[in-house]
């Protein structure tokens, strides 16, 4: 059973800043893995999608990468914004299935 | 984007009744929906797959008698909690890959249940 973990828990940065929210994952035969954005007491926002065959995904001031043999995915948000504040989520999809595992999610908070 | 739907988004009930809860594709067919739920600060845990047509497959730990779920058409899933209680109390979330697509899963904004 694939298990997902994410660090830091939580991360405040000043606006302007660019950073990385890491996810780790334990089995290498991911499937695609997801990055989501969860605002409090809301659903989830697909932000983006790798597939097992790819290694990055961009979307904006987004980037995502994975690295299947070291089982880790990077989420890189550039010149943050106060809008930016969410929690986000990795979510790695297994291979026959469509399910998702969840990491425990990074609560991000820019300071304006 | 595909768009999912649930209802209620929140509801309060007493202990002892059941609460039926929504999940609807609105503009496409999924054979099938999953079925999450979210304590307050932890992650989404799946707690089943819904399948139209034929019988859901539930998690392990996950009651079956007491979340019955029902996928009558390739649009409308849905989650009735029988004989709540308030440790069932949590953000239920649904969600649908698309049916031919890229396996993006679309999320419902979820319900919120409270039970007192």
């Known amino acids: 059973k694939q298990e997902v973990t994410q660090i830091p828990a939580a991360l405040s940065v000043p606006e302007g800043e660019n950073l990385v929210l890491n996810c780790s994952f334990t089995?290498?035969?991911?499937?695609?893995l997801q990055w989501f954005r969860q605002d409090p007491g809301k659903g989830l926002t697909s932000l983006l999608l790798?597939?097992?065959?790819?290694r990055e995904q961009t979307s904006g001031r987004l980037n995502a990468s994975l690295d299947k043999s070291s089982g880790r995915s990077t989420l890189y948000i550039a010149a943050s914004q106060p809008g930016d504040s969410a929690t986000y989520l990795c979510?790695?999809?297994?291979?026959?299935?469509?399910?998702?595992?969840f990491g425990t999610g990074t609560r991000l908070t820019v300071i304006p | 984007g595909a768009v999912v739907s649930q209802h209620p988004s929140w509801v309060i009930c007493k202990s002892g009744t059941s609460v039926k809860i929504e999940c609807r594709s609105l503009?496409?067919?999924?054979?099938?929906m999953f079925w999450y739920r979210q304590f307050p600060k932890q992650s989404l845990m799946l707690m089943a797959t819904?399948?139209?047509?034929?019988?859901?497959?539930?998690e392990q730990g996950v009651e079956k008698d007491k979340f019955l779920i029902n996928h009558a058409s390739l649009t409308l899933s849905t989650l009735t909690v029988t004989s709540a209680h308030p440790e069932d109390s949590s953000f239920y979330i649904c969600?649908?890959?698309?049916?031919?697509?890229?396996?993006?899963?679309?999320f419902g904004p979820g319900t919120r249940l409270t039970v007192l």
């Open positions: 969600s649908a890959p698309q049916a031919g697509g890229t396996d993006t899963q679309y």
């Open positions: 089995d290498s035969a991911i499937y695609n």
């Open positions: 790798i597939q097992s065959s790819q």
């Open positions: 979510a790695g999809g297994e291979t026959g299935a469509n399910n998702l595992f």
């Open positions: 503009d496409f067919q999924a054979t099938t």
């Open positions: 819904s399948n139209e047509g034929s019988k859901a497959t539930y």
